[in-house]
């Protein structure tokens, strides 16, 4: 007689997190803080004899784009998947912003993939592209793809994807215990 007392479910955590994070960001990040420095200097030090129309320009513009870039940069440095018994939740950055919450009923099946590069997805960050899909991509390297049941495809760079998709394929086809013979 075999005992039912123990689910036949493996032995994976309740939630299961995992990460992804690309230090090149940082460099990117320390351009925005350049070109921040740049417009400040200029509306400090400036002579202002040119005019102000064109240093008010300059300024705004380094100050603007050094935000751009810098927060653009910072909200893509990490990439951070939860998977519990009824969701798979995506944050990206130190903010969680963006954020992409998918109810596992959504989701049709997950695959891992080794090789996910941001060359093919049009570069870093939250992506879309019509015969692709949508994608969180922060580095390259192994990712997992979750196929939705309305057809769409969603693609995250994570480390150890196997075992993200490990758990999300056991989530959506959960082990009944045997039958009692």
């Known amino acids: 007689m075999r005992d039912h007392s123990r689910s036949a479910r493996p032995p994976y955590p309740d939630v299961w997190t995992g990460r992804a994070t690309n230090r090149m960001q940082w460099l ?4 925005g803080v350049a ?3 740049l417009g400040i200097v ?11 129309a064109p240093l008010v320009m300059a300024v705004v513009g380094c100050i603007a784009a050094g935000l751009l870039v810098l927060f653009g940069t910072l909200a893509f440095v990490h990439v951070a998947l939860r998977v519990d018994e009824d969701h798979l939740e995506v944050r990206c950055g130190h903010m969680g912003v963006p954020r992409r919450r998918i109810p596992l ?6 695959e891992f993939v080794p090789h996910v590069t941001p060359r093919h997805w049009g570069g870093w960050g939250y992506r879309w592209r019509p015969e692709k899909g949508t994608a969180v991509v922060v580095r390259r390297g192994e990712g997992l793809v979750l196929r939705l049941w ?5 693609t995250i760079t994570v480390d150890d994807a196997e075992a993200a998709v490990r758990v999300i394929r056991d989530r959506l086809h959960p082990h009944r215990p045997d039958p009692v013979h």
Not at 28 to 31: C, S
């Open 28 to 31: 990117l990040a320390l351009i």
């Open 42 to 52: 200029l509306a400090l030090d400036s002579a202002w004899t040119t005019g102000v």
């Open 35 to 37: 070109c921040m420095t």
């Open 105 to 110: 009923s959504h989701v049709a099946g997950a």
């Open 150 to 154: 309305d057809g769409h495809t969603f």
